[in-house]
């Protein structure tokens, strides 16, 4: 009998997950109960046929007894008696709080705890999509959702509305899913006359969610004052950055806009051509007064004419400022830096700018500063080559130079070549260096400095340069690369030449990162690829896509060993190529599905029990990310402003904002500067927060007579539920300050879902990589731990572990381990560890 409900549940298109004979205490009557992921039917016991069905969407409040289950769909009352409402339970616990949002949870009154409810997954968010619209009576247009599924699947970060070709279908049905969406951390919207995207944010910003940035392009709407106040009061929203390009912003929308900044305490903001210059002083002499100590990004890309002395005063704590396409001088930019007190930046984008003349000697940039950008810079005669020579004087620590497209003129190529092939520069870790002309002097350029451990050379290879791919050839058994970047453009590609580099890189002792994307290297590159597979090479990502073949087989076998290789090497999955073949009818729709399938990776699991929600549904696949961060995200606030991940790794500048130790004492937590007068800093109490789990929340710090005990633990993530997550592993990828930047939606962790690879985490030496927050393993602003018991046995009380907090949390655990051992503290240690 329950085989024919289930047959007849899945000829509807339902995922059956439960039949059981109930007794209907309302209709008095038995009949047999069918729960699917979508929706509730009771079934007549005569026929088998449905007698009524619920949507979970429509499903308002639930309550349980020992045998009864009473359930609300709106107006409608569903209430049973069974003898299986734990297995029932069960079932519910597994697709409720999968598919509605935490507002929706809360009215449902029954799983209030984040901890007690599975994590939503990417089958859950669609089939979200798809039932409402079912239930809604309403069609998605194949493209929306196409480009929802391609999010989903390739678990998208940025997510960019242009793409759409009907952007108000794709916002109000991707806003919908968003709180279901843990890899969609930043969007881009655009305001026209026929969308007013303010409308659609204000209602989106109510709504807890995973994003942290948002970006809106064009002019401001009657709603932009309402998105600003629902953005404020909304406290599950970790937003760290907000983004304003084409915008016209007058003077009362930039207080508005200050005040929203303050009580959200963002931390990042970018300005694209976002006012007019009567606006400008408002901007110098208000805004940024308010806001500019507490800000760590600043992007001003387009804002001509701006007063840089005006800004840079007002912005004691910033860690990166783009200033790119503002028609400066790179001169006067860079002596405006030289005479200027900051101490925390390390990142300057001054791209699309020029350099009209030539310097003896150039300033210093602050000794914090170790990444520029130049890229598109148009050097007058002789400034390249002056800039070139004086770069070690310019950066006073480690240096990442990205100075792609360059605009310079044959004669200054020639003469910066002859410098270059004789010049050291020690410091110089990254260099970005895309579709620039190359010589073999340049190579010798490379060999003099093997310290290069990021190297992008993108456009600077056609067919028929093998001369110049065997110099680099021979650069790199002797070199320190670990990043190697080699993208092709459409007039500029490696094609067939890629074999013998594979075949050097293969022998390669250091090298971790490749990407040889758009290569044209045809069904022997391929071929050549898959050699990978079975070297003992340190590679542990690798992106062909682009690769064009011939015919299907090449790929499928690539495909195959990728999979299923040992190494567990993370391998962009080469959708370019399979998209190519499948639309010339070289493969089928059967054989493309089952090539994806084998990219499709396991999902952690919340039961022991495997849900269908938790089936392989995602696919690792490379994405591109801007250079330069669209925002930092801060893991703590401090006495003087945020501090962002990475300051703790930076060697020069003040440590005293960063050596920090954690005092345990009672049922509070104490931040205390290892080098600072303790009453000038601020504590930490643990308070009740709305959804009762515990947050730490800044107070002033009083003073104390007697001594606290201090031990170290490193800060807690945010504490979402109790579930298994694989770890994201951190792969080498495009330069970037912050793990999620851009203005285009490009992919590490960055954090991008690597899932592929279970070998331990692959540092990215990239142009910023000091700046770089964690792609998603930064501690968030709010950090949720366990209360400390009261009980604690006073010996533990009373003992200390004092150093500063290092950059892991291996580290972490090991120092605490290594001193309590030498005061003979460890059984003491292990049961505070066990309380918490």
């Known amino acids: 009998m329950e085989d024919i409900i289930i047959s007849g549940a899945k000829s509807r298109g339902e995922v059956p997950r439960y039949v059981t004979p109930v007794y209907d205490l309302i209709a008095k009557d038995d009949k047999y109960l069918l729960i699917s992921n979508s929706r509730l039917t009771y079934i007549n016991k005569k026929d088998n046929l449905p007698i009524v069905s619920y949507s979970w969407f429509k499903s308002s409040k639930m309550q349980v007894t020992e045998d009864t289950v009473d359930l609300l769909f709106g107006t409608f009352r569903v209430y049973f008696e069974t003898e299986k409402v734990p297995q029932i339970q069960t079932i519910l616990l597994d697709i409720i709080p999968r598919i509605l949002r935490p507002t929706e949870l809360i009215s449902f009154g029954y799983f209030e705890s984040p901890d007690e409810r599975p994590p939503p997954t990417p089958n859950s968010a669609l089939l979200r999509l798809t039932e409402k619209a079912k239930l809604n009576n309403t069609q998605i247009s194949k493209n929306t959702l196409d480009k929802i599924t391609e999010i989903l699947t390739y678990s998208t970060e940025h997510v960019d509305f242009s793409k759409f070709e009907n952007q108000i279908e794709g916002m109000q049905l991707l806003f919908d899913i968003l709180p279901l969406c843990s890899s969609v951390t930043s969007i881009k919207t655009y305001s026209t006359d026929k969308i007013d995207v303010f409308d659609l944010l204000s209602t989106l910003v109510c709504e807890s969610c995973y994003l942290e940035n948002i970006e809106i392009d064009g002019p401001i709407t009657k709603h932009y004052d309402s998105f600003l106040r629902h953005l404020s009061r909304n406290k599950e929203i970790p937003l760290q950055g907000l983004s304003f390009s084409n915008t016209n912003l007058n003077e009362t929308n930039l207080r508005s806009l200050a005040k929203c900044l303050s009580d959200k305490y963002i931390c990042s903001i970018a300005f694209r051509n976002a006012f007019l210059e009567n606006t400008y002083p408002s901007f110098y002499n208000n805004f940024l007064p308010t806001i500019g100590k507490q800000l760590t990004v600043l992007n001003l890309d387009g804002m001509k004419n701006i007063d840089l002395n005006s800004i840079i005063k007002h912005l004691g704590f910033i860690e990166a400022i783009s200033i790119a396409d503002c028609s400066l001088d790179i001169i006067e930019i860079l002596k405006t830096f030289s005479n200027s007190k900051l101490e925390y930046l390390k990142l300057i984008n001054m791209s699309k700018n020029k350099c009209s003349y030539t310097a003896t000697s150039l300033p210093s940039l602050p000794a914090t500063v170790n990444s520029v950008q130049l890229s598109n810079v148009s050097w007058e005669e002789n400034s390249l080559v002056s800039f070139f020579s004086s770069i070690s004087s310019i950066f006073l620590s480690s240096i990442r130079l990205d100075i792609s497209c360059s605009k310079a003129s044959s004669s200054e190529w020639q003469r910066l070549f002859n410098v270059l092939k004789n010049l050291e520069i020690k410091r110089l870790q990254c260099l970005i260096w895309d579709e620039n002309p190359v010589s073999s002097r340049f190579f010798t350029f490379l060999t003099k400095n093997p310290q290069i ?15 110049l791919i065997k110099h680099l050839e021979k650069f790199i058994p002797f070199s320190s690369l670990k990043s190697l970047i080699i993208q092709g453009k459409s007039d500029k590609f490696m094609g067939a030449n890629i074999c013998s580099l594979l075949r050097c890189l293969s022998t390669s002792k250091t090298i971790e990162y490749v990407d040889l994307s758009n290569s044209r290297c045809r069904d022997r590159g391929i071929i050549e690829a898959s050699n990978l597979f079975n070297c003992e090479t340190p590679i542990a990502f690798l992106n062909i896509d682009g690769a064009c073949p011939r015919s299907p087989k090449s790929l499928f076998d690539f495909c195959w060993k990728a999979a299923g290789n040992k190494r567990a090497m993370a391998v ?68 003087e402003g945020f501090r962002t991940v990475d300051m703790a790794n930076t060697s020069e500048g ?97 954090q991008k879902k690597k899932k592929k690879v279970t070998n331990s985490s692959i540092s990215s030496n990239e142009i910023s990589s000091s700046v770089k927050s964690s792609e998603g393993q930064n501690v968030k602003r709010t950090k949720r731990i366990r209360k400390i018991s009261k009980n604690s046995s006073s010996k533990t009380e009373n003992d200390k572990w004092k150093f500063p907090i290092p950059n892991s949390f291996d580290d972490v655990y090991k120092k605490i381990f290594i001193d309590a051992e030498k005061n003979n503290q460890i059984d003491d240690l292990l049961e505070q560890i066990h309380k918490l």
């Open 453 to 467: 451990d990021y190297l992008s050379l993108s456009g600077c290879f056609s067919e028929s340069d093998g001369d």
């Open 654 to 750: 003040d440590q005293t904002r960063t050596e920090l130790t954690i005092e345990f004492g009672e049922d509070e937590i104490r931040l205390v500067p290892v080098e600072n007068d303790e009453k000038k800093n601020k504590k930490f109490t643990i308070k009740k927060s709305t959804d009762n789990l515990l947050t730490l929340e800044s107070v002033e710090l009083k003073s104390e007579d007697n001594n606290p005990q201090q031990t170290n633990a490193a800060q807690p993530q945010k504490k979402r539920r109790r579930v298994l997550r694989k770890k994201k592993t951190s792969l080498p990828k495009p330069p970037s300050v912050s793990e999620t930047s851009g203005d285009q939606s490009q992919k590490s962790g960055s």
């Open 572 to 639: 962009s999955f080469p959708l370019k190529d399979l998209r190519s073949l499948h639309s010339n009818g070289q493969i089928s729709d059967i054989e493309l599905s089952k090539v994806t399938d084998l990219f499709k990776l396991p999902q952690p699991t919340f039961n022991e029990e495997m849900s269908p929600f938790e089936s392989p549904f995602e696919i690792y696949r490379e994405e591109k990310k801007p250079l330069f961060p669209m925002y930092l995200r801060p893991i703590q606030p401090s006495p």
